[in-house]
């Protein structure tokens, strides 16, 4: 007898995501779970920053100077006149931004890199990771700074210092992941059929790698994110009156004792966006972790 069954509705990637097993992984951990909350307002407010701010962030008023929290400015002004809630929501598109970016670039040179030393051997394998230990042994924000003062102050030119201080982690842990996968039984059948070398790298080690980076990355972004802050606190990031956390809390030094609020508001969006992002991380490995119940 035949029976007629009504077709199944397409589901998005949306939709697989929640139904996925990582998702009930992370589900259980409260503190990945808050994480991901902050981080995903955080980018919301990023996004959606002309639309929020209710003023013009780099719009002064010298007859708002250093104005305490009211109803017309929720979070105060700063020694200029200006609205500090619009300059912290446009500070985190600059931050995100720059925590983003140069994540970007530290994968897309440190990842290939890492695979070609951890699948090729020999004296390219050498030749990378002394170059990696040589750039490690060097703190990362000192290097990170040296690089952006080189290049000159501009948050470009932030990120790209950044992006190369971070390369090295992502070589390093590509390496060491590649290594231990290589020896795989499914690695050396898809040899043993005669597939490329780049082949076998590409769809047969990088994906099962991904999980790795993803974690890694995660983590990489609020390292980032602190020394844009950072940069940008020296005057090697983004330039006044563009708005960012870290210019702002150099600027509210000067005024610790009479305009409190001026370096708490920033560094409290620095405070939080940067432990949304570890707490993210940590669930993220914990629930990517085949051996954690």
Known sequence: MLTITEPKAPTNSVTRFFQSRLWR????????LIGLVVVLFMVLVAV?????????????????????????????????????????????????????????????IGVPLGLAAGFLGGLVDGFISRFTDAMLACPFLILAIAFAAFLGPSLTNAMLAIGITATPLFIRLTRGQVLSIKAEEYVEAASAVGNPQWRIA?????????????????????????????????????????????????????????????????????????????????????ALDPRSR
Do not use: C
């Not at 970016?101 to 530290?106: C, E, K, L, Q």
């Open 48 to 108: 959606l920053a002309p639309l929020l701010a209710p003023y013009d962030p780099a719009a002064q008023s010298w007859s708002a100077v250093r104005k305490a929290p009211s109803a017309l400015h929720w979070m105060g002004t700063d020694e200029a006149g200006r609205d500090i809630l619009s300059r912290i929501v446009w500070g985190t598109r600059a931050s995100l931004l720059a925590g983003l970016t140069s994540v970007g670039i530290a994968m897309a």
């Open 202 to 286: 590409v769809r047969h080690i990088l994906p099962n790698i991904l999980p790795q980076l993803m974690v890694q990355a995660t983590l990489t972004i609020a390292s980032a994110i602190i020394a844009e802050a950072s940069m940008s606190f020296l005057g090697l990031g983004l330039q006044p009156p563009a708005p960012s956390w870290g210019s702002m809390l150099n600027s509210a030094q000067r005024f610790l004792g009479n305009a409190p609020w001026m370096a708490l508001w920033p560094g409290l969006a620095i405070f939080a966006t940067v432990l949304s992002f570890n707490l993210l991380g940590d669930g993220l490995r914990d």
């Open 25 to 32: 992984r992370l589900a259980r951990r409260r503190s990945a």
